[in-house]
Protein backbone atom coordinates (compact mmCIF):
# COMPACT_ATOMS: atom_id res chain seq x y z
CA UNK A 1 0.00 0.00 0.00
CA UNK A 2 2.21 2.96 -1.08
CA UNK A 3 -0.43 5.87 -0.29
CA UNK A 4 0.61 9.23 -1.98
CA UNK A 5 3.25 8.99 -4.05
CA UNK A 6 5.02 12.47 -5.27
CA UNK A 7 7.68 13.04 -7.61
CA UNK A 8 9.76 13.91 -8.24
CA UNK A 9 11.68 14.56 -4.94
CA UNK A 10 13.98 17.68 -5.96
CA UNK A 11 13.90 19.95 -8.85
CA UNK A 12 15.68 22.76 -9.92
CA UNK A 13 14.03 25.03 -12.78
CA UNK A 14 15.29 28.15 -14.32
CA UNK A 15 12.92 30.83 -14.98
CA UNK A 16 9.96 30.67 -17.54
CA UNK A 17 10.60 26.90 -17.45
CA UNK A 18 7.51 24.70 -17.61
CA UNK A 19 7.02 21.16 -15.44
CA UNK A 20 4.42 19.16 -14.20
CA UNK A 21 4.44 17.71 -10.14
CA UNK A 22 3.08 13.96 -10.37
CA UNK A 23 0.86 12.57 -7.38
CA UNK A 24 -0.71 9.42 -7.23
CA UNK A 25 -3.01 7.97 -4.89
CA UNK A 26 -4.10 4.90 -4.51
CA UNK A 27 -6.64 4.39 -1.29
CA UNK A 28 -9.12 5.41 -3.46
CA UNK A 29 -9.48 8.98 -1.49
CA UNK A 30 -12.17 11.41 -3.05
CA UNK A 31 -10.09 14.40 -2.19
CA UNK A 32 -6.84 15.47 -3.30
CA UNK A 33 -5.08 18.93 -2.84
CA UNK A 34 -1.78 20.41 -3.32
CA UNK A 35 0.08 23.20 -0.88
CA UNK A 36 3.27 24.81 -0.84
CA UNK A 37 5.37 25.71 2.62
CA UNK A 38 7.49 28.41 2.73
CA UNK A 39 9.83 29.05 5.89
CA UNK A 40 8.11 30.63 8.69
CA UNK A 41 4.99 30.42 7.12
CA UNK A 42 1.79 27.46 7.47
CA UNK A 43 1.25 25.54 4.59
CA UNK A 44 -0.80 27.27 1.96
CA UNK A 45 -3.32 25.39 -0.15
CA UNK A 46 -2.90 25.90 -3.86
CA UNK A 47 -5.86 23.85 -5.83
CA UNK A 48 -8.02 20.95 -4.65
CA UNK A 49 -10.21 18.25 -6.15
CA UNK A 50 -13.12 16.95 -4.72
CA UNK A 51 -12.92 13.69 -7.57
CA UNK A 52 -12.65 13.06 -10.54
CA UNK A 53 -13.09 15.73 -13.18
CA UNK A 54 -13.98 18.39 -10.26
CA UNK A 55 -11.30 21.21 -9.58
CA UNK A 56 -11.00 24.20 -7.61
CA UNK A 57 -8.90 27.03 -6.44
CA UNK A 58 -7.07 27.19 -3.19
CA UNK A 59 -5.81 30.51 -1.34
CA UNK A 60 -2.41 30.73 -4.01
CA UNK A 61 -3.53 29.12 -7.49
CA UNK A 62 -2.03 31.85 -9.66
CA UNK A 63 0.81 30.40 -11.89
CA UNK A 64 -0.46 26.98 -11.24
CA UNK A 65 -3.16 24.44 -12.93
CA UNK A 66 -4.49 21.22 -12.23
CA UNK A 67 -6.40 18.33 -13.97
CA UNK A 68 -8.08 15.25 -12.13
CA UNK A 69 -9.10 12.68 -15.16
CA UNK A 70 -8.81 9.69 -12.26
CA UNK A 71 -9.38 9.04 -8.93
CA UNK A 72 -6.18 7.76 -8.36
CA UNK A 73 -3.84 10.97 -10.35
CA UNK A 74 -3.68 15.02 -9.25
CA UNK A 75 -1.08 16.16 -11.20
CA UNK A 76 0.44 20.71 -10.71
CA UNK A 77 1.78 21.87 -13.75
CA UNK A 78 3.72 25.38 -13.39
CA UNK A 79 3.09 26.89 -16.84
CA UNK A 80 6.28 29.22 -16.40
CA UNK A 81 8.46 28.81 -13.38
CA UNK A 82 8.90 31.87 -11.55
CA UNK A 83 11.52 32.35 -8.34
CA UNK A 84 8.64 33.16 -6.59
CA UNK A 85 7.80 29.80 -6.91
CA UNK A 86 10.29 28.25 -4.96
CA UNK A 87 9.06 26.19 -2.09
CA UNK A 88 8.15 22.68 -1.07
CA UNK A 89 5.26 21.27 -2.35
CA UNK A 90 3.27 18.87 -0.52
CA UNK A 91 0.22 17.06 -2.09
CA UNK A 92 -2.67 15.25 0.02
CA UNK A 93 -5.15 12.98 -0.73
CA UNK A 94 -7.97 12.73 2.41
CA UNK A 95 -11.83 11.58 3.01
CA UNK A 96 -14.50 11.82 5.39
CA UNK A 97 -16.97 9.48 6.63
CA UNK A 98 -19.51 10.95 8.53
CA UNK A 99 -17.46 12.81 11.57
CA UNK A 100 -14.45 10.99 10.72
CA UNK A 101 -11.66 12.29 8.32
CA UNK A 102 -8.51 10.91 7.67
CA UNK A 103 -5.23 12.61 5.59
CA UNK A 104 -2.41 11.30 3.78
CA UNK A 105 0.46 13.28 2.74
CA UNK A 106 2.88 12.57 0.00
CA UNK A 107 6.62 12.87 1.10
CA UNK A 108 7.53 16.61 -0.76
CA UNK A 109 9.08 18.09 -3.82
CA UNK A 110 11.53 20.90 -2.82
CA UNK A 111 11.57 22.86 -6.15
CA UNK A 112 14.20 25.68 -6.73
CA UNK A 113 13.38 28.38 -9.65
CA UNK A 114 16.42 30.14 -10.42
CA UNK B 1 -5.25 38.43 11.29
CA UNK B 2 -4.39 34.41 11.53
CA UNK B 3 -7.07 32.20 11.82
CA UNK B 4 -4.70 29.52 13.50
CA UNK B 5 -2.60 30.40 15.93
CA UNK B 6 0.25 27.95 17.99
CA UNK B 7 2.11 28.59 20.72
CA UNK B 8 5.07 28.43 21.79
CA UNK B 9 7.21 28.96 17.74
CA UNK B 10 9.97 27.59 19.30
CA UNK B 11 9.89 24.82 22.35
CA UNK B 12 13.27 23.25 23.92
CA UNK B 13 13.10 20.74 26.72
CA UNK B 14 15.18 18.37 28.57
CA UNK B 15 14.73 14.35 28.11
CA UNK B 16 11.39 13.18 30.12
CA UNK B 17 9.93 16.48 30.65
CA UNK B 18 5.93 16.99 29.99
CA UNK B 19 5.71 18.95 26.95
CA UNK B 20 2.26 21.11 26.00
CA UNK B 21 1.56 22.67 22.58
CA UNK B 22 -1.20 25.28 22.30
CA UNK B 23 -3.25 25.73 19.45
CA UNK B 24 -6.45 28.29 18.97
CA UNK B 25 -8.38 29.38 16.07
CA UNK B 26 -11.60 31.52 15.00
CA UNK B 27 -13.36 30.23 12.53
CA UNK B 28 -15.89 27.48 12.75
CA UNK B 29 -14.62 24.19 12.18
CA UNK B 30 -15.33 20.73 11.52
CA UNK B 31 -12.64 18.74 12.92
CA UNK B 32 -8.98 20.13 14.41
CA UNK B 33 -5.76 18.15 12.99
CA UNK B 34 -2.35 17.90 14.81
CA UNK B 35 0.35 16.87 12.60
CA UNK B 36 4.28 16.32 12.60
CA UNK B 37 7.11 17.48 10.15
CA UNK B 38 10.41 15.73 10.81
CA UNK B 39 13.56 17.63 9.50
CA UNK B 40 13.55 15.56 6.74
CA UNK B 41 10.33 17.09 5.30
CA UNK B 42 7.55 14.03 5.66
CA UNK B 43 4.25 15.14 7.24
CA UNK B 44 2.44 12.13 9.61
CA UNK B 45 -1.03 12.92 10.76
CA UNK B 46 -1.03 12.51 14.46
CA UNK B 47 -4.65 13.36 15.55
CA UNK B 48 -7.82 14.30 13.91
CA UNK B 49 -10.61 15.43 16.21
CA UNK B 50 -13.57 17.28 17.06
CA UNK B 51 -14.56 16.83 20.55
CA UNK B 52 -12.75 15.93 23.28
CA UNK B 53 -9.47 13.93 24.07
CA UNK B 54 -7.56 11.32 21.99
CA UNK B 55 -4.43 9.45 23.41
CA UNK B 56 -1.73 7.06 20.87
CA UNK B 57 1.04 6.20 22.81
CA UNK B 58 3.24 9.25 24.58
CA UNK B 59 1.00 11.67 22.86
CA UNK B 60 -2.26 13.08 24.02
CA UNK B 61 -4.82 15.89 21.91
CA UNK B 62 -7.58 17.17 23.59
CA UNK B 63 -9.87 19.90 21.92
CA UNK B 64 -12.34 22.42 23.49
CA UNK B 65 -15.05 23.56 21.12
CA UNK B 66 -16.36 25.95 22.84
CA UNK B 67 -12.92 27.97 23.91
CA UNK B 68 -11.79 27.29 20.24
CA UNK B 69 -8.47 25.56 21.69
CA UNK B 70 -6.57 22.68 21.37
CA UNK B 71 -3.94 21.36 23.22
CA UNK B 72 -0.85 18.40 22.20
CA UNK B 73 0.74 16.58 25.23
CA UNK B 74 3.34 14.60 25.03
CA UNK B 75 4.52 12.62 28.42
CA UNK B 76 7.94 11.63 28.47
CA UNK B 77 9.53 13.02 25.90
CA UNK B 78 12.48 12.20 23.99
CA UNK B 79 15.07 13.33 21.64
CA UNK B 80 12.87 11.85 18.72
CA UNK B 81 10.27 13.62 19.38
CA UNK B 82 12.32 16.57 18.06
CA UNK B 83 10.29 18.10 15.10
CA UNK B 84 8.03 20.49 13.58
CA UNK B 85 4.32 19.97 15.34
CA UNK B 86 1.40 21.27 12.98
CA UNK B 87 -1.98 22.32 13.98
CA UNK B 88 -4.72 22.77 11.38
CA UNK B 89 -8.54 23.52 10.88
CA UNK B 90 -10.46 21.75 8.56
CA UNK B 91 -13.49 24.65 7.93
CA UNK B 92 -17.10 23.18 8.46
CA UNK B 93 -17.93 25.99 5.45
CA UNK B 94 -15.79 24.46 2.45
CA UNK B 95 -13.95 21.11 4.36
CA UNK B 96 -10.71 22.99 3.30
CA UNK B 97 -7.80 22.82 5.66
CA UNK B 98 -6.39 26.09 7.55
CA UNK B 99 -2.95 25.99 9.13
CA UNK B 100 -0.96 27.22 12.17
CA UNK B 101 2.61 27.98 11.23
CA UNK B 102 4.00 25.13 13.22
CA UNK B 103 5.84 24.55 17.13
CA UNK B 104 9.36 23.76 16.50
CA UNK B 105 9.98 21.42 19.36
CA UNK B 106 13.73 19.94 20.40
CA UNK B 107 14.18 17.90 23.09
CA UNK B 108 17.49 17.52 24.28
CA UNK B 109 19.60 14.70 26.11
Known amino acids: NAGVTQTPKFQVLKTGQSMTLQCAQD?????MSWYRQDPGMGLRLIHY???????DQGEVPNGYNVSRSTTEDFPLRLLSAAPSQTSVYFC?????????????FGSGTRLTVV | KNEVEQSPQNLTAQEGEFITINCSYS?????LHWLQQHPGGGIVSLFM?????KKHGRLIATINIQEKHSSLHITASHPRDSAVYIC???????????WGAGTKLIIKP
Open chain 1, 92 to 104: ASSYSLGETYGYT
Open chain 1, 27 to 31: MNHEY
Open chain 1, 49 to 55: SVGAGIT
Open chain 2, 27 to 31: VGISA
Open chain 2, 49 to 53: LSSGK
Open chain 2, 88 to 98: AVLMDSNYQLI
